[in-house]
């Protein structure tokens, strides 16, 4: 069946696109307010652009309070510049559902959700503590989409990976199934592990 976004309404073309595109990872996103405040949150319109600049993106839509409003996360970004984008283990993803949820003015996330953040080492946003990776990003750009919706581009600095996961660190390899990593799924919360994978090695040209 064919789906003509021109004849769809925009809460149509999103449940077509999110239960179609998957399984999405996700960046669990910390970054710091204005006051200081710590502030959570997990976005799976994310990925991997390039790795010369090291860059990942981020889709940052409009929230919900009100027309025109901005999510906390974008707003962060473009004032400090820095993020850290923690990956979501399957022991995060109580913690991380909670850091959804759009809490009454004063209410710490942290608190909310149990998470403890420790330093980064190369920008001032903190990384969360129990996360088994976590990318320390700067700004590389912010494209704006229009309709409080932005396009985050942000070149990693420096990437922590759980010390367990990490099998030979002079030759950057890693355990990923280890991580135990979990991804967006389609419709309302749910998610998939990585507990299933095959191998197929790109051949060479004939
Ligand atoms: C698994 C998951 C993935 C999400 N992905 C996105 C996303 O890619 N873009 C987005 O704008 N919101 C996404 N959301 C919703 C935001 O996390 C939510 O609006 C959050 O409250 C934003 O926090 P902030 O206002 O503190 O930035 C997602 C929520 C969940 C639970």
């Given at each position: 069946m064919f789906f003509d976004f021109g004849d769809l309404s925009r809460r149509e073309r999103h449940?077509?696109?999110t239960s179609t595109i998957v399984p999405r990872p996700i960046a669990w996103v910390s970054t710091v307010n204005a006051g200081g405040t710590i502030n959570i949150g997990p976005f799976s319109f994310f990925?991997?652009?390039?790795?010369?600049?090291?860059?990942?993106?981020?889709?940052?839509?409009?929230?919900?309070?009100?027309?025109?409003?901005?999510?906390?996360?974008?707003?962060?970004?473009?004032?400090?510049?820095?993020?850290?984008?923690?990956?979501?283990?399957?022991?995060?993803?109580?913690?991380?559902?909670?850091?959804?949820?759009?809490?009454?003015?004063?209410?710490?996330?942290?608190?909310?959700?149990?998470?403890?953040?420790?330093?980064?080492?190369?920008?001032?946003?903190?990384?969360?503590?129990?996360?088994?990776?976590?990318?320390?990003?700067?700004?590389f750009r912010n494209i704006d989409i229009g309709d409080g919706q932005s396009l985050v581009l942000g070149e990693v600095v420096g990437i922590h990976v759980l010390d367990d996961a990490v099998l030979d660190a002079g030759r950057c390899y890693i355990d990923t199934p280890k991580l135990d990593l979990i991804a967006r799924m389609h419709g309302n919360g749910w998610y998939t592990r990585m507990t299933d994978w095959f191998q197929r090695v790109t051949p060479p040209a004939p």
């Open positions: 449940k077509l696109m990925n991997i652009v390039c790795e010369e600049p090291p860059l990942v993106s981020i889709g940052v839509g409009s929230g919900e309070r009100f027309e025109g409003d901005l999510k906390d996360t974008g707003v962060n970004i473009r004032r400090t510049g820095e993020f850290v984008v923690n990956l979501v283990g399957f022991g995060n993803a109580d913690a991380m559902v909670k850091t959804a949820v759009n809490l009454p003015a004063g209410m710490s996330e942290l608190d909310f959700a149990q998470l403890a953040t420790s330093p980064a080492t190369k920008v001032d946003a903190p990384r969360i503590g129990q996360s088994p990776v976590s990318l320390e990003c700067r700004l």
